[in-house]
Nanobody
Framework: QVQLVESGGGLVQTGGSLRLSCATSGRTFSTYAMAWFRQAPGKEREFVSAISWRGSNTYYADSVKGRFTISRDNAKNTVYLQMNGLKPEDTAVYSC????????????????WGQGTQVTVSS
């Protein structure tokens, strides 16, 4: 049983920055991988980034490489997504997800999900 709660979303201008947080509660495993997805109006859920808890490997969608950085703080049981150089096309609800090891882009593979946090980038 894993619970995930996102925070840090908001309204920013093009070129601005935000840092999203995903705090975990309940039972967790040290080897759990974490990922960020986003879903914009009228679009399918899209993979953004993932990180392996044990291996500290990171993965990014091509659309965010060089702008977003995923990180973790195991002492706080929290995963972060630092978003720089935000663009209007980044506007979406951002959700975090967890899996014992999977760090791929298929949302159906992830076992646990948060409720999401809204990110809006104005042009």
């Amino acid at each position: 049983q894993v619970q995930l709660v996102e925070s840090g979303g908001g309204l920013v201008q093009t070129g601005g920055s935000l840092r999203l947080s995903c705090a975990t509660s309940g039972r967790t495993f040290s080897t759990y991988a974490m990922a960020w997805f986003r879903q914009a109006p009228g679009k399918e859920r899209e993979f953004v980034s993932a990180i392996s808890w044990r291996g500290s490997n990171t993965y990014y969608a091509d659309s965010v490489k060089g702008r977003f950085t995923i990180s973790r703080d195991n002492a706080k049981n929290t995963v972060y997504l630092q978003m720089n150089g935000l663009k209007p096309e980044d506007t979406a609800v951002y959700s975090c997800a967890a899996h014992p090891y999977y760090t791929g882009s298929l949302s159906v593979r992830y076992d646990y999900w948060g409720q999401g946090t809204q990110v809006t980038v104005s042009s």
